[in-house]
């Protein structure tokens, strides 16, 4: 093996196949059914795509050309065509299923509102024609800073409604995180609240838009607050106005305006684990269509499914997989306020249980936080209902695949463990539930018109079984990210530069099995040079994650004059009780005996440190890269905007190792 790829260490070699009554009732049954969409695909890439827009949406005006590659890799999809995001959401269901619930709301009190698909068009009008009574127009920028509820959504339908571009600030950002994204965006106006609940108690957003807007941010010329907890709040005269009071007095239909099908939908700042937030921009047309091709293959979206994602719409997930795809396929979602385990551990499964969730999407952190917490919590509540689980944001230990297999799915419902990005807008590698059998930890194979592939330094493919290498998108797809707001050198330099200009390099590190199918060793960033081994941190923390004991890990490569790089593991224990030096010690052995007996010698970690809690982003991603700067006793000049708790930074570097 050529060293200077990464090599795969851990072998999981658990398969799991959809049940033939899943696979019968399917939109694609079977792997023949699938095989047939792929080999339409790669026979006439961009006819397929065709095919897929004027099926799955609605035309203003038709689009006559397919991919525009006159200035690569600044691509454009169906650029003559032009449509409104919102009224292929909503309006064009009006007529069939306007009665249809189309959002089922909980509160994190308990209260529980619901939208049918004709109030959310009236909402969405009515907020609209408030946008524009303010002087919003297309193209404007507006932020939304709210907490998860219906007005989050209402409010992001009715920027699409008028072709304003919205950018949403994840409700948990502070101050400074908020003006810089207003600065960036150079918005118009805000659009806030004056508080949300999370985790019992009020996060003050209008108080914290107040120092951003008070810090800079002089673009800002009208604050729009909702009001939903009722605490009090200070109103800037001639700028802050009430939602409740503006909504009262407009219309409740508002003419969409067609745009174009590259216009931007929306920009979202994303730095995930590493560096500093960048404006993801997506495109209106080539982005929606993404959105509801992937509900169909890899949600397998029906008629009758009560969906829950429940991501944020403060992250891509909550934008594709909440707000934008299953109102595009005319689904019923539920959304929730607050936080997973308030009052206590069993919320979630109450949500799916009461609401009757047919499709449940969330991220690992969550199931492993849900698996420390006991399977006695999830099985005292009704799941029947629950017929497809679905998987996000980091690769999905083995373990945990299992545990939600049999504890939350009861070993009836597949798993889709979806690979994309912010960038790439909606999944790429995943999962096609009826057609396809699943493997834990294995994102499986790449979607129809999805061109992936793994490659060395130079660009070859590795083809080589558990060699890893560079995942890289090898041709354009209608919903990938267009540019970096205002950046395009950046846009340029991160993604294309490396393969000047030939693949989208994601950042990832991946290998093939031997059945094609893709499994995610980490990002490119965290990977381990160890004695001359390249090793991504998903397999070995993997490995750890399926100790009993162990609740999470995290691996890091620590500077060794003789290894090169030596391996450090941070780990939280599932017990609570804090262990005594003596006992620690011992659980140290026996871990790095588990490390060498699941994936060998190679992979034992030279140094374990438990801790409380692992630094992460919000959005619940390991920051490695923090960890890293801890090792190494630096002092932390990384942005750390986007990390959940400054907290795990006080405990981390005094842990107990
Ligand atoms: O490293 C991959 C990881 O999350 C990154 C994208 O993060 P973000 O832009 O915040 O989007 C999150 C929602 C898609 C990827 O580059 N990632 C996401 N999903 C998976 C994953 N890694 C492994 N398996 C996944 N299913």
Redesign the pocket.
């Known amino acids: 093996m050529n060293k200077e790829n990464i090599e795969s260490i851990l072998h999981e070699k658990r398969i799991f196949f959809p049940s033939s009554e899943f696979s019968a009732a399917a939109h694609i049954p079977s792997k023949d059914n699938l095989h047939k969409i792929h080999s339409i695909a790669n026979r006439d890439f961009e006819g397929f795509w065709a095919t897929q827009a004027k099926t799955e949406l609605t035309w203003h005006q038709d689009f006559t050309t397919v991919l525009d590659r006159s200035n690569p890799p600044f691509y454009g999809w169906f650029i003559d065509g032009t449509l409104n995001v919102s009224f292929n959401c909503i309006d064009r269901h009006l007529e069939a299923h306007g009665e249809k619930i189309a959002i089922i709301s909980e509160r994190e009190s308990g209260e529980i509102t619901t939208l049918t698909y004709r109030q959310l068009y009236q909402r969405v009008c009515r907020f609209a024609n408030v946008l524009k009574s303010q002087g919003v127009s297309i193209g404007d920028r507006v932020i939304i800073y709210l907490p998860m509820i219906s007005e989050a959504i209402i409010a992001m339908q009715a920027c699409a409604r008028i072709g304003a571009i919205h950018s949403v600030v994840f409700g948990g950002f502070s101050a400074q995180s908020l003006k810089d994204r207003i600065e960036n965006t150079r918005a118009k106006l805000l659009i806030t609240a004056d508080g949300g609940y999370r985790g019992g108690k009020i996060v003050p957003l209008k108080a914290t838009a107040d120092i951003a807007l008070a810090k800079g941010c002089p673009t800002i010329e009208q604050v729009i607050v909702l009001k939903c907890t009722n605490q009090s709040i200070t109103i800037e005269q001639g700028r802050d106005i009430w939602w409740h009071e503006a909504e009262a007095n407009a219309h409740d239909k508002c003419t969409p305006t067609w745009v174009n099908a590259e216009h931007p939908l929306f920009i979202l700042y994303?730095s995930?684990?590493t560096g500093k937030p960048k404006g993801i921009q997506h495109s209106s047309a080539g982005y929606l269509l993404g959105t509801i091709t992937t509900m169909k293959w890899v949600f397998d979206i029906r008629q009758e499914d009560i969906f829950w994602c429940t991501?944020d719409v403060g992250?891509?997930?909550g934008h594709s997989y909440v707000a934008y795809g299953p109102l595009a396929a005319g689904a019923t979602i539920v959304i929730y306020e607050g936080a997973p385990s308030f009052p206590d551990g069993g919320r979630f499964w109450k949500i799916c249980q009461d609401h009757k969730v047919s499709i449940f999407y969330t991220a690992p952190t969550a199931i492993r936080l849900f698996m420390k917490m006991g399977k006695e919590i999830p099985e005292s509540y009704d799941l029947s209902r629950l017929r497809l689980l679905g998987?996000?944001?980091?690769?999905?230990n083995p373990e945990a695949w299992i545990w939600y297999h049999q504890v939350i799915g009861r070993e009836r419902c597949p798993i889709v463990?979806?690979?994309?990005?912010?960038?790439?807008g909606v999944h790429m590698?995943?999962p096609v539930p009826g057609a396809i059998p699943t493997k834990p930890g294995s994102?499986t194979l790449p979607l129809p018109g999805i061109c992936v592939a793994i490659v060395d330094e130079e660009g070859n493919p590795v083809t080589s079984p558990h060699e890893g290498g560079h995942l890289v998108i090898t041709q354009p797809w209608p919903s990938m990210v267009r540019t970096i707001w205002g950046d395009k050198q950046s846009y340029y330099d991160i993604y294309w530069r490396k393969f000047e200009g030939k693949y989208y390099l994601?950042?990832?590190s991946a290998h093939l099995d031997e059945d094609g199918y893709f499994w995610?060793l980490?990002?490119d960033d965290d990977i381990l040079n160890v004695a001359g081994h390249r090793l991504g941190t998903?397999e070995i923390e993997s490995a750890l994650v399926a100790h009993p004991q162990v609740a999470e890990a995290a691996i890091i490569g620590r500077p060794d004059g003789i290894k090169g790089e030596a391996i450090l593991a941070y780990i939280t224990l599932k017990d609570i009780e804090p262990l005594d030096e003596e006992k620690q010690n011992l659980l140290i052995q026996e871990l790095r005996i588990w490390v060498s007996h699941q994936i060998g010698p190679i992979a034992r970690p030279d140094e374990i440190k438990f801790v409380d809690n692992l630094p992460k982003?919000r959005?619940g991603?390991i920051m490695r890269r923090l960890l890293r700067s801890i090792s190494r006793g630096e002092i932390i000049t990384q942005d750390i905007s986007t990390l959940e708790s400054e907290s795990t930074l006080a405990q981390t570097p005094q842990s107990k190792s």
């Open positions: 994303t995930g684990s991501a992250w891509i997930t998987s996000v944001g980091e690769p999905i463990d979806t690979w994309w990005q912010t960038e790439t590698i995943a994102c994601a950042g990832d995610i980490g990002r998903m982003t959005s991603k």
